[in-house]
């Protein structure tokens, strides 16, 4: 039997510093789930193209399924659990999305959250074009997407109320 060879790497996730050994091969998303327990990172096509693994590396929307773990040390990393502020409400996006019945299974929720928070975080106010290139990285089999634009839109007014 083979010994792979672990890396240990450092890395702040949902504003939590964890130290971790991980195989060179091993993939931020079975990091995510695996490792850490955050199993709201979902994995859709392995591929890259749904968009169900997305989370936020340094505050950008990435593809856990195609990052190396090891390629992340050092870094901030916000999941789906990271996204409330952590006094019991939810974030203005993730109330956008209930608001306006942005979900149906729910799969695909989580990489929608993260992309619509870094969407949102460059751009406050987007224009509907802006909107749909923005999620269009995002695969969803359920909504046919007409509530997830609302969500977004809605998710603008709310942050804008806060701020």
Do not use: W
């Not at 890396?7 to 091969?25: D, H, Y």
């Not at 340094?58 to 399924?65: A, E, F, L, N, Q």
């Not at 999941?79 to 729910?106: I, K, M, N, W, Y």
């Not at 359920?142 to 701020?163: D, F, M, P, W």
């Amino acid at each position: 039997m083979r010994d792979e060879t672990r890396f240990e790497i450092t890395v702040t996730v949902n504003g939590a510093a964890r130290r971790l050994r991980v195989p060179a091969r091993r993939l931020l998303s079975d990091c995510l789930r695996h490792d850490l327990g955050l199993t709201g990172t979902h994995v859709g096509c392995e591929h890259g193209v749904c968009g169900c693994c997305t989370v936020l590396l340094d505050g950008r929307p990435v593809r856990s399924c195609l990052t190396f773990a090891v390629t992340v040390d050092g870094s901030k990393i916000t999941t789906v659990e990271g996204l409330a502020p952590g006094d019991g409400r939810l974030s203005p996006v993730q109330r956008a999305f209930a608001e306006c019945h942005g979900l149906q299974c729910g799969f695909c929720t989580p990489g929608f959250l993260c992309t619509v928070t870094a969407l949102l975080a460059d751009n406050p106010a987007p224009t509907e074009d802006e909107v749909l290139e923005g999620i269009s990285g995002n695969l969803c089999r359920c909504t046919g997407y007409q509530n997830i634009v609302k969500a977004v839109h809605r998710a603008a007014e709310l942050r804008a109320e806060e701020s």
